[in-house]
């Protein structure tokens, strides 16, 4: 009996071993929804409840991006907003890590500095155009500055909201080795503060794709979006959607990048 149920055993295990790992797909289930989404548009599209001027069949849209991209027209676009948001992400996240150390570390800085940006984070993007066509004119500085503002405020927020909320028993840790100040800053709280600069990091990627469509309303002539510009001008809503669509990609594989990123230091 007992050799009957270890053979029996022994068959579920190597069973078990030779059917896929779930987790292995579980990826897959993210493209539910959205294959949904695209059977809905293309029934919505061929049964006439939208017509083609007004939402074009997914199959246009693809042939569209296809075309510019086979033209060489849609990598220049792309390769121009990549560099913006990627200079944006990395100025604004620089001034972001340097405000919410200060005001992490300092109760009068946060006391002055922290009602101000508190307040600023609230202006919507497309507000501070006219302002930054003033101060900085049409040029590349002005876009760059813009998407930094939007990558600024979640570094700021979590990185500062982070600093102040390390656990106080690691502090009292820090003071039984007589840690310095120094060392206290460098080996127990900026440690500690890691998970939430990089959950601001992400947050500020994410805004940073929502401000480059205002920072390329600046006069641009290149970049995503002024290609979504270009579709509304020229009435055509299969340049428009596709642009839309390749905001939504590079946006969703950034913030895959920064995931993994954090799921390495993290330890996840």
Same mark, same amino acid.
């Given at each position: 009996?007992?050799?009957?149920?270890?053979?029996?055993?022994?068959?579920?295990?190597?069973?078990?071993?030779?059917?896929?790992?779930?987790?292995?797909?579980?990826?897959?289930?993210?493209?539910?929804?959205?294959?949904?989404?695209?059977?809905? $548009?293309?029934?919505?599209?061929?049964?006439?409840?939208?017509?083609?001027?007004?939402?074009?069949?997914?199959?246009?849209?693809? /042939?569209?991006?296809?075309?510019?991209?086979?033209?060489?027209?849609?990598?220049?676009?792309?390769?121009?907003?990549?560099?913006?948001?990627?200079?944006?992400?990395?100025?604004?996240?620089?001034?972001?890590?340097?405000?919410?150390? !200060?005001?992490?570390?300092?109760?009068?800085?946060?006391?002055?500095?922290?009602?101000?940006?508190?307040?600023?984070?609230?202006?919507?993007?497309?507000? $501070?155009?006219?302002?930054?066509?003033? $101060? @900085?004119?049409?040029?590349?500085? +002005?876009?760059?500055?813009?998407?930094?503002?939007?990558? @600024?405020?979640?570094?700021?927020?979590? !990185?500062?909201?982070?600093?102040?909320?390390?656990?106080?028993?690691?502090?009292?840790? +820090? /003071?039984?080795?007589?840690?310095?100040?120094?060392?206290?800053?460098?080996?127990?709280?900026?440690?500690?503060?890691?998970?939430?600069?990089?959950?601001?990091?992400?947050?500020?990627?994410?805004?940073?794709?929502? @401000?480059?469509?205002?920072?390329?309303?600046? +006069?641009?002539? /290149?970049?995503?979006?002024? !290609?979504?510009?270009?579709?509304?001008?020229?009435?055509?809503?299969?340049?428009?959607?596709?642009?839309?669509?390749?905001?939504?990609?590079?946006?969703?594989?950034?913030?895959?990048?920064?995931? /993994?990123?954090?799921?390495?230091?993290?330890?996840?």
């Amino acid at each position: 009996m007992a050799t009957t149920r270890e053979t029996g055993r022994a068959s579920a295990d190597a069973a078990a071993e030779t059917l896929p790992d779930a987790d292995r797909f579980r990826w897959l289930i993210g493209f539910v929804v959205p294959a949904a989404i695209v059977v809905a $548009w293309h029934l919505l599209v061929a049964t006439g409840v939208f017509a083609a001027h007004q939402l074009p069949a997914p199959l246009r849209v693809v /042939e569209t991006l296809y075309g510019l991209g086979a033209s060489g027209e849609l990598w220049g676009h792309v390769a121009i907003t990549v560099q913006r948001v990627f200079l944006g992400v990395l100025l604004g996240a620089s001034v972001g890590i340097a405000l919410g150390t !200060l005001t992490g570390l300092s109760e009068l800085a946060a006391d002055l500095l922290d009602p101000l940006l508190q307040s600023l984070k609230n202006i919507p993007s497309l507000a $501070w155009v006219p302002l930054f066509l003033l $101060w @900085f004119g049409i040029g590349e500085g +002005a876009k760059v500055l813009l998407i930094a503002v939007g990558a @600024f405020f979640p570094v700021y927020l979590n !990185l500062s909201a982070g600093i102040g909320e390390v656990s106080e028993d690691l502090l009292e840790v +820090a /003071e039984v080795y007589d840690l310095g100040r120094i060392e206290s800053l460098r080996r127990v709280v900026f440690p500690a503060a890691v998970p939430s600069l990089l959950v601001g990091i992400r947050g500020g990627v994410g805004l940073a794709w929502m @401000f480059v469509v205002a920072a390329e309303l600046i +006069a641009a002539s /290149e970049g995503i979006g002024f !290609l979504l510009s270009d579709g509304r001008v020229l009435a055509r809503p299969d340049i428009i959607v596709g642009s839309i669509l390749l905001f939504a990609f590079l946006g969703n594989l950034s913030d895959l990048a920064v995931k /993994e990123v954090e799921n390495r230091v993290v330890g996840r």
